[in-house]
């Protein structure tokens, strides 16, 4: 079974940075799946922020780009989200998830994805 934990959430002011770390199951990361990030602001549906497949190519949602960064790291399995210049708007509860095996290609579409973590709390002070 696929589980996914987050961890590097917390507080911080207008233009700092963070980075989310998503502890995967052995083999996980380095498996032929899509994986990503997603966050959800009360009241708003949950959105992609990134998605990687596995090969290591990336999609970003236009609102991150140039900001947030994601990467792999299979010897440790984990997957990060390195968030820079970071605004009010980037509040959210930040999700980790991961598609079923086999199915590869980048996607930012919540229902392309299988198994998610339960999420880590980001909130940006202005």
């Known amino acids: 079974q696929v589980q996914l934990v987050e961890s590097g959430g917390g507080s911080v002011q207008a233009g700092g940075s963070l980075r989310l770390s998503c502890a995967a199951s052995?083999?996980?990361?380095?498996?032929?799946?899509?994986m990503g990030w997603f966050r959800q602001a009360p009241g708003k549906e949950r959105e992609g922020v990134v998605g990687?497949?596995?090969?290591?190519?990336?999609t970003h949602a236009d609102s991150v780009k140039g900001r947030f960064t994601i990467s792999k790291d299979n010897a440790k399995n984990t997957l990060y989200l390195q968030m820079n210049s970071l605004n009010p708007g980037d509040t959210a509860m930040y999700y980790c998830a991961a598609g079923r095996y086999g199915r590869r290609s980048l996607s930012l579409q919540p229902a392309d994805y299988t198994y998610w973590g339960k999420g880590t709390q980001v909130t940006v002070s202005s």
């Open positions: 990687i497949d596995s090969d290591g190519m990336t």
């Open positions: 052995s083999g996980v990361t380095s498996s032929p799946r899509r």
